[in-house]
């Protein structure tokens, strides 16, 4: 601690200090202070109060009433402090609010079965969730410390760290081939019900191989549109069309049998990646904000 210049918390701890050891000597020598640097400081801050905290004697001190009371509230100002910068710092034990902003599809099949056991492994934080399918990432509008997003990010300042990588799929169910017939040709395809997302995509089309070496993109026209993918895969399986989703989503699926790869030799082999974004460069990232992204990173596989 300084030996001049004390702001108020300064003065707060040395007041502490003098009060704790029971005299102006041991307080200057716990604080690396002369006695009489504590002597001045304590008189500068009964003069600023315009009160007598401290009763002093030859061989006591005894705080005065307003005393007692300043004691009171500047061990519990010097607590918060204290509390304040071991949130802050990055090598704190992580404990408060993690704001999470995260797709659907990801908070449902990764996100939330995972939760149990991070609460458990940092009991001294506290998850705040909202699971929505915004394309955009605004975290100073949506207020979350992190949010989790698939597919190309646009240009921003934020610091995005890759969780996984997965390719995608045109999948339809069972059902559905059985009422419809499994289309083997892109022409084919084109008949059937292709289901899309009602926001716009950076791909408004599904992309294949053309059979000679080069790409082409399958315009998505279908009778139905919808917001997020837990809700798109939900219609899929329940037999209303066609969609293109990642394996993260529907792996499990289609190793299960409640949907089906479809045209799986024009798949072009494109991937969604999926990231935890955040502000903040990522070495200063507050401990309870490193703590559940380095958990997602190590615990999510897909």
Not at 7 to 14: I, K, L, P, T
Not at 24 to 40: C, E
Not at 94 to 114: A, E, Q, S
Request: charged share 25%; hydrophobic share 45%.
């Amino acid at each position: 601690m300084a030996r001049q210049d004390l702001n108020r918390s300064g003065e707060m701890e040395v007041f502490a200090r003098v009060v704790e050891l029971g005299g102006f000597s041991a307080a200057a020598r716990s604080l690396g202070m002369t006695p009489s640097a504590v002597s001045k400081l304590m008189s500068r801050l009964e003069a600023r109060l315009g009160a007598r905290l401290i009763n002093r004697s030859t061989r006591s001190l005894q705080l005065t009433a307003e005393g007692d009371a300043f004691f009171q509230r500047a061990v519990k100002v010097l607590a918060d402090i204290a509390e304040a910068e071991r949130e802050a710092g990055v090598g704190a034990v992580p404990r408060g609010r993690v704001r999470v902003n995260c797709n659907i599809p990801f908070g449902h099949h990764y996100l939330l079965p995972l939760v149990p056991r991070f609460l458990a492994a940092y009991p001294e934080v506290q998850l705040d969730i909202t699971l929505i399918d915004h394309v955009v990432v605004d975290l100073m509008q949506e207020r979350a410390d992190v949010a989790i997003r698939t597919g190309p990010l646009r240009e921003s300042q934020l610091i995005a760290r890759k969780l996984g990588t997965s390719r995608l799929s045109v999948v339809a169910s069972p059902d559905y081939l059985a009422r419809h017939g499994t289309p083997k040709t892109l022409a084919e395809l084109e008949e059937h019900n292709l289901l899309a997302f009602n926001f716009s995509r950076i791909l408004s089309g599904w992309p294949f191989l053309d059979g000679e070496g080069g790409n082409v993109s399958t315009p998505v026209a279908g009778n139905l549109r919808i917001s997020d993918g837990e809700s798109l895969r939900q219609l899929t399986l329940a037999g209303a069309g066609v969609a293109r989703l990642a394996h993260f989503h529907v792996g499990r699926d289609i190793a299960a049998g409640r949907l089906v790869p479809i045209l799986e030799d024009l798949n072009p082999g494109d991937t969604e990646e999926v990231f935890a974004v955040f502000i903040g460069q990522d070495g200063r990232l507050p401990a309870r904000v490193r703590a559940f992204i380095d958990f997602l990173a190590q615990e999510v596989r897909f």
